[in-house]
């Protein structure tokens, strides 16, 4: 009870924080549109060669993997700016556990990330998008548990590398070649033989590959269970490894 207590303090006062940057929230909410309005329309010419009947059921389920992966980036610049400023460091005497300060952040980032990616579905079936309800409602919490994943690890890469520039600089070298090989744009399937079997060992590839399953409606598939298998697991070891982070930097 006193952790659930904690986490919901923490949770309004990241909340707060976002509230009273409204730049953010408008980039979050319309950066998801923008590649609607201006990405698919490019797809249609490979409509009928390599993407299927609607191009949009190929697009949405990897674009909403591809936001679920960003949604939960930005914190890593956060706890930076926090250490840099003396935030963390009263954080020191404070009785809250690491582990609660920790899920402020990614509780936070996994509502902002929900809320983009219904906006992003809403807008998606006006021009045509169809996916199952139960599916789309296990793809939802699969990549749930996906940007909880990444906001753990991006607390985690701010408070050991401690400098925005660092961070920057790791952020960008990982994640370019993370989402180009998930296919979360366009299917790797349609890549070279060697492209595909690189994507096999990124493991955004099987999550990208589950969402476009789970929106056709297919739950009880191996694609489905293979991502499961990987974000459950991932997603409870990044945690505990985050809060040991935590422990050790806010001792």
Known sequence: MKHMTEIGLLFRRKLLELLREPVWIVSEFSMPVLYLALFAPLLKGLQSSA??????????????TLFAFSSGIGEAWTIVNELQTGVT???????????SLL???????????????????????????????PGLVIL???LC????????????????LKTSGSVAALITTLQLPITLLSGVLLPITIGPMWLQVIA???????????????????ILNVTVLEAAAIMVPLTAFVLWWATRVYRKVVA
Do not use: K, Q, W
């Open 51 to 64: 993407l299927g009947g609607n191009v949009l059921n190929t697009f949405v389920p990897g674009l909403l």
């Open 89 to 99: 460091e009263r954080f020191r005497v404070s009785p809250a556990s690491r582990f």
């Open 103 to 133: 899920m402020g952040s990614v509780l936070r980032d996994t509502l902002i990330f929900l809320a983009s990616a219904l906006l992003l579905i809403s807008i998606s079936c006006l021009f045509g998008f169809t996916a199952s309800l």
């Open 140 to 142: 939802l919490l699969l």
């Open 145 to 160: 548990l996906l940007t909880a994943t990444i906001s753990a690890t991006a607390v985690s890469i701010g408070l050991l």
């Open 200 to 218: 096999h060992f990124n493991p955004l590839f099987y999550l990208v590959e589950a969402s476009r399953v789970l929106t056709a409606g297919s």
